[in-house]
């Protein structure tokens, strides 16, 4: 049960009907596992619940379940259109030279063309050039490491966009 010492944004999503929940959750992750075993969880006395919902719905992702939620990110360096999230968490990007951005869509091509799916990286932070690195070393992996990596980088980029989703809520 909902405590009233619930952060005000936490007590607005535990109180979202199932339908409208349920879209703000795909919009921080595209995986319908994640948000069905998110849903699950409501109510969270605290972000720290969500957050460990979020967590333990990562790990038990099925390598279907990463790919859908991997469907919902665009390429490294070339954000959704009218997508905020997408636009800021790819900030390390918009200033970068014309030689970046093509280097970035000649490897993203590249790790698209090996792993089946777009390079995912928690972007919030880095620059241009950190990300460019990140994704040479990690061209190199096993498949299933990387699909491990992807995972990790998955949670991280969703416990940014649960903890912004509070604060809008």
């Known amino acids: 049960m909902t ?3 619930t952060p005000p ?3 607005r999503f535990n109180v979202l009907p199932e339908d409208a929940a349920r879209a703000v959750l795909l919009e921080a992750c595209a995986s319908t596992a994640w ?11 605290t972000p720290d619940d969500l957050e ?3 967590e333990a719905a990562m790990a038990e992702l099925t390598p279907a379940d990463l790919e859908e939620a991997m469907a919902g990110h665009p390429p490294i360096g070339r954000p959704k259109p009218g997508d905020p999230a997408s636009a800021r968490e790819q900030r390390g990007m918009a200033g970068a030279s014309e030689g970046l951005k093509a280097e970035m869509l000649d490897l993203n091509l590249a790790y698209q063309d090996k792993f089946g799916h777009v390079f995912l990286i928690c972007a919030t932070g ?11 070393e990690r061209i190199g992996n096993a498949p299933e490491q990387e699909r491990e990596i992807v995972r990790s980088e998955l949670g991280k980029i ?4 649960l903890a912004r989703l509070l604060e809008d809520a």
């Open 9 to 11: 944004g936490l007590a």
């Open 126 to 136: 880095r620059t241009g050039e950190q990300m460019r690195d990140a994704l040479k």
């Open 3 to 5: 405590s009233t010492s």
């Open 52 to 54: 460990a919902a979020s």
């Open 35 to 45: 948000a069905d075993r998110l849903l699950a969880a409501r109510p969270c006395d």
């Open 158 to 161: 969703n416990r940014i966009r």
